[in-house]
């Protein structure tokens, strides 16, 4: 009978994944002086001659003692607590300050973390609840790099401002030259854009198996820039995506699929859901058209793409809230899945690429039933009060969220949902999603072994 338990015990662990990881490492700054993290193996340094001293972009602040009164977002959208790292350009950098770093100089600003032990480790993730804003006309280029030991470092995530395009003038009067590194691509293989949220980045290849890893955060040739602000830092064996698919993944190659429900554009007065191609506003045909243009139709001219539009999902498939309407600021639009059986499931996964244009009048959420459409309750809310800007550039990541809610639940409805217009005359707010999928662990093996 001990080896039968034994051997129900042993598949236990090994179906709850997610349950059971691993840290390798977290860093949550709090309590912490910048001190305090030097002497625990942080380095924070100025790299190529980039400004350092007091007024050094890279330290550690926190509530208004820091050059922001929020946090950045964690998992579903709302504030960390605490104190979070933060490099802040918009705070020391001007028009001419002289902290502003020179472009293809390699200027920098990193926080690198302490040797990481991950010896033991098949798989290795990285996340942050990150706050990545560049100025949708500046040129900063954010990057998290991952190396072992004495090895190179690899860049395993590259976020560029969206004017650093080849030939193209921006802040100073500067041009970004043909050819030169870290210019913006659009499209999901691109790499333009912000990040906000809890991201995650697969380092298995670089940090599996070693004893000796470090992450590097890089605020890279910040010029005429906003911020890049982390928190929550975490090296871990697993991430929240379960073994076993529920629902998708869903691409809206061939529309919103049947089964789905919407508010269309003729519903909605011009504030629509809508697949990619589709055309019920008036304002401009701009989804698909603005992948490299944007229609600015109030000034009767076409400009090259400088963040205030689709960048990471441009020329691909996805769904797509327009605000476009200039009448009811509480007009919204909500499309949902299918009701999902996850009676099954003790563990419930949210993942879907997502890209949301803010502004002052528009907000954009997640939200998920557990009683077939009754009640929602938030799972990623763009308004929650973290750290963010308006109209300087879309976010755009992919989404990992756990769902407990969903757990054991037999009606599940997932809800995409737009709030609000468009406040701005040449801006085209909108929440637009992608590779929708919900995943799951069961639990069979864990309610047989809760029975001994």
């Known amino acids: ?54 007024d050094a972009q890279l ?16 998992e579903r959208g709302l504030p960390t607590t605490g104190q979070y790292i933060i490099s802040d350009a918009d705070k020391y950098g001007g028009v001419d ?31 942050a609840d990150l706050s990545v804003c560049l100025n949708n006309n500046g040129s900063a280029v954010f990057m998290i790099d991952v190396k072992a030991g004495s090895g190179d470092w690899v860049t395993k995530e590259v976020r560029v401002a969206p004017a650093r395009f080849p030939g193209e003038a921006f802040a100073h009067s500067m041009t970004i ?11 999901l293989d691109g790499n333009m854009g912000g990040v906000y949220g809890r991201y995650w980045v697969d380092i298995s290849d670089v940090a599996a198996g070693k004893s000796d890893v470090k992450v590097r ?28 698919t529920i629902l998708g993944p869903i691409n809206f190659a061939n529309g919103i699929p049947s089964t789905w429900s ?33 229609n600015d139709v109030i000034k009767g001219e076409k400009r090259y793409l400088d963040g205030n539009s689709i960048d990471r999902l441009a020329g691909g498939n996805y769904a797509v809230y327009q605000a476009l309407s200039w009448g009811d600021p509480e007009l919204e639009g909500n499309m949902d ?88 005359e040449t801006q085209c707010s909108f929440f637009a999603v992608t590779d929708v999928t919900i995943t799951g662990n069961k639990t069979t093996l864990v309610d047989t072994w809760m029975m001994f």
Request: glycine letters at 10%.
């Open 177 to 187: 030259v043909e050819g030169g590194d870290y210019t913006a691509v659009p499209g």
């Open 217 to 244: 955060f890089r605020h890279y040739e910040q010029d005429w820039d906003w911020w890049v602000a982390v928190d929550n830092v975490r090296v871990t064996t697993t991430m929240p995506y379960g073994s076993e």
């Open 1 to 54: 009978m001990k080896s039968k338990k034994l051997v129900l015990f042993v598949l236990c662990v090994s179906m709850c994944s997610y349950a059971m990881a691993a840290d390798l490492f977290f860093e949550n700054f709090d309590g912490k002086t910048t001190a305090d993290l030097k002497a625990a193996g942080w380095v924070f340094e100025a790299a190529a001659g980039a400004a350092a001293g007091p």
């Open 337 to 424: 899945t299918p009701s999902i059986n996850c009676s099954e499931y003790a563990e419930v996964f949210f993942y879907a690429w997502m890209e949301m244009l803010p502004d002052t009048g528009f907000n954009a959420k997640v939200q998920v039933s557990s009683d077939g459409g009754a009640t929602f309750t938030d799972l990623f809310d763009y308004n929650a009060g973290a750290l963010t800007e308006t109209r300087e550039g879309s976010y755009a990541m992919k989404h990992y969220i756990p769902v407990p809610e969903a757990a054991k639940k037999s009606n599940v409805i997932f809800r995409f949902k737009g709030i609000g217009i468009n406040t701005h």
């Open 262 to 294: 919407y508010d269309s554009g003729e519903e909605q007065e011009g504030n629509a859901w809508m697949a990619s191609g589709d055309e019920y506003d008036t304002y401009g045909a701009y989804m698909d058209s603005i992948r490299y243009y944007r």
């Open 97 to 127: 300050g002289d902290e502003n770093d020179v472009i293809y100089s390699g200027m920098s600003h990193d926080a690198i973390t302490p040797a990481i032990n991950c010896a033991g480790a098949n798989k290795v993730y990285l996340s």
């Open 59 to 74: 330290t550690v602040m926190f509530g208004v003692q820091g050059t922001r009164e929020t946090n950045p977002p964690s």
